[in-house]
């Protein structure tokens, strides 16, 4: 069986349940991530948990996107990435915004982890931007663009390996990394949230697109949650989204 492109955010109310989940879309997707309410509530357990599940069916692990986001001076961000080199996570989230000297701590204590610079939440809209004051009043999608691709090359240069962005900016980011870093381009992750099988609620998304559109952008791998962990059958709900991506690359 082949697993989709898709890491499954296990954002459950308790330990089974994400369990329970990590059991049922483990053979279909490649990735699962455990994020800040698991793992605050219920450590390494939730980890472990997640990697131990998702082999039961198949005899091979997902790989672990420990989603923390890290962000704080760069000695607070060593420590951190120190505490869990532990669990090995496979990807492990910083904020782009802490800078590079930030990003490059996470990367020099996890040096088999791919550090996970986040961008541009997805849940905020230019409006929002400018609020906060980090776009100047008036900007739109284009704007936001600019800047992620920004936050995205400061933290690859600084040895990032994979970088979140919406669907939005992920075509930029990917041409703007070939041009200004193209001995780490290809080896850079871009990881999409904010994608939405065509029909499903937003919730509190904004800048999304369905699976296939923000692969065909240059997404490499695509958090999704509560289209897949909300269904009926969550099991089912991957297989489907797995399908559909097959069928358009046979296409």
């Not at 990590?22 to 450590?43: F, M, N, Q």
């Not at 041409?175 to 609620?201: K, M, S, W």
């Not at 791998?221 to 289209?227: A, E």
């Not at 489907?240 to 690359?249: C, F, T, Y």
């Amino acid at each position: 069986m082949t697993r989709g492109p898709i890491a499954v955010a296990l954002d459950a109310p308790d330990l089974s349940t994400m369990t329970a989940w990590a059991v049922a879309v483990g053979p279909h997707v490649s990735t699962l991530k455990v994020g800040l309410e698991s793992y605050l509530r219920d450590g390494d357990a939730a980890v472990i948990a997640a990697r131990t599940a998702s082999a039961e069916t198949t005899g091979l692990p997902c790989q672990l996107f420990l989603d923390l986001k890290l962000h704080d001076i760069h000695a607070t961000v060593a420590g951190a990435a120190r505490s869990v080199a532990r669990l090995a996570p496979d990807f492990l989230t910083v904020h782009a915004s802490g800078g590079a000297d930030m990003v490059a701590a996470a990367v020099r204590e996890l040096p088999q982890t791919r550090i996970v610079a986040v961008t541009v939440l997805t849940s905020l809209t230019p409006g929002d931007l400018v609020r906060m004051g980090l776009l100047p009043p008036g900007a739109d999608a284009n704007d936001v663009r600019s800047l992620a691709e920004r936050l995205a090359i400061e933290s690859v240069a600084a040895g990032a390996r994979a970088v979140v962005c919406s669907p939005e900016e992920v075509a930029g980011i990917r041409a703007a990394l070939r041009d200004q870093l193209p001995d780490l381009a290809g080896d850079t992750v871009l990881i999409t949230p904010g994608v939405r099988p065509a029909g499903a609620e937003l919730a509190d998304q904004r800048r999304v697109a369905t699976p296939v559109e923000a692969l065909n952008r240059g997404a490499d791998l695509l958090v999704i949650g509560r289209p897949i962990t909300e269904a009926a059958d969550p099991a089912a709900a991957a297989a489907a989204i797995v399908q559909e991506i097959a069928d358009d690359r046979g296409r």
